[in-house]
């Protein structure tokens, strides 16, 4: 059996894959609501009570630490909305399903009025943000943890869904071409200051430089759509803050994304994490420097598969990427509420078996 805590411990220095690293290094996330379902928690309450979320997030802590010996710290867990609440949506909370927002456009004659009432919003006073900074203050009270926020933000084509409801953006941006430039252009210098305003208000250092997007809805856009109404949007953001060579320009989405390859190839985008229907020989094509993320997809193989199927597809990622250090294994996507511990514990198994560096 192998030991899970020495497996850990020797993957910290695997993921700095320019150094003389012993293996392929190993990325797992176990996010809020695969520990709701865990725990069979009430979801509103593991969102909206602090106390209730960091108890059980403890106590979870214990479960995977000895099922898996790995950590979960206490953290603030808002599910996916926070970024986009600055913007007015109330947030609706379910006993069993992450946060949603309600779209705060609901017809394209009022995209206007949100641009200019964006214009003079007080950023830390917006949607969930005062809730977060509580938190936060309560987090370095009680585990001495000081959370630094800045380096990561839903992507454009997401954050539109979140403010005028996925149905609508993807119509109106064929219906209604300028009043979605017009919004898009509110979100770039919107973002701009809320990233500005997170990291000055959190202490992010200034020498840390690099941005993540998230934006599954990207996926849905053609290739010619998202040059035209997203890529300069999104593009400004990572010159910005990953101003120099080799300064992290991260991309996550949990959908179909190699026609938008070209794109990210020409943004500079080097480390992704997306696309669960495709190898990373096919990403390697289109991104021949980029670091990947995957490429286990999460649903057909960690949930529903069995040990093996998941050992078969760590290996194939590794014969493919893992060797040539343009790969850290994970999941090409969040990892699902239900996932099991066997199949996790197949992930660890296979990259200790198969990826030592050669």
Same mark, same amino acid.
């Given at each position: ?74 953290? &603030? ?205 096919? &990403? ?75």
């Amino acid at each position: 059996m192998m030991d899970l805590k020495e497996f850990w411990r020797v993957n910290k220095e695997c993921l700095d894959l320019g150094a003389d690293i012993p293996r392929v290094p190993v990325d797992i996330h176990l996010p809020g609501d695969w520990v709701c379902e865990f725990l069979g928690l009430d979801m509103a309450k593991y969102h909206m009570d602090y106390e209730y979320q960091q108890s059980n997030r403890l106590k979870c802590n214990e479960i995977t630490g000895r099922e898996l010996a790995y950590t979960i710290l206490p953290a &603030i867990d808002f599910g996916v909305i926070m970024d986009a609440s600055i913007y007015g949506g109330r947030v609706n909370y379910a006993s069993n399903a992450t946060p949603t927002l309600t779209p705060v456009v609901n017809d394209p004659g009022e995209i206007d009025a949100l641009i200019k009432h964006m214009e003079s919003v007080d950023i830390l006073q917006a949607g969930l943000i005062p809730k977060f900074m509580e938190w936060r203050d309560f987090l370095k009270r009680d585990f001495g943890m000081e959370l630094r926020y800045g380096g990561d933000l839903k992507g454009c084509a997401t954050m539109m869904g979140q403010i005028c409801g996925i149905t609508n953006f993807l119509t109106w941006i064929l219906v209604y071409p300028e009043e979605i430039k017009r919004l898009i252009a509110c979100w770039r210098e919107t973002s701009i200051r809320y990233i500005d305003a997170m990291r000055e208000a959190t202490g992010y250092p200034l020498d840390q430089r690099g941005l993540s997007l998230a934006s599954d809805v990207a996926g849905m856009l053609s290739p010619g759509m998202y040059r035209e109404f997203v890529m300069d949007a999104e593009l400004k953001l990572y010159n910005r803050y990953a101003p120099k060579a080799g300064d992290k320009r991260y991309y996550h989405a949990d959908y179909h994304m190699l026609h938008h390859l070209d794109a990210f190839r020409e943004m500079g985008i080097n480390q992704v994490n997306i696309d669960p229907y495709v190898d990373p020989q096919a &990403i390697l094509q289109k991104l021949p420097d980029a670091v990947i993320y995957g490429q286990v997809p999460p649903t057909d193989v960690l949930l529903y598969g069995t040990p093996e199927d998941v050992i078969n597809c760590v290996k194939r990622d590794i014969e493919q990427a893992g060797y040539s250090r343009h790969l850290i294994v994970s999941t090409a996507g969040s990892i699902n509420p239900g996932t099991s511990f066997e199949n996790l514990r197949a992930i660890c198994h296979a990259v200790d078996t198969y990826g030592r560096m050669r």
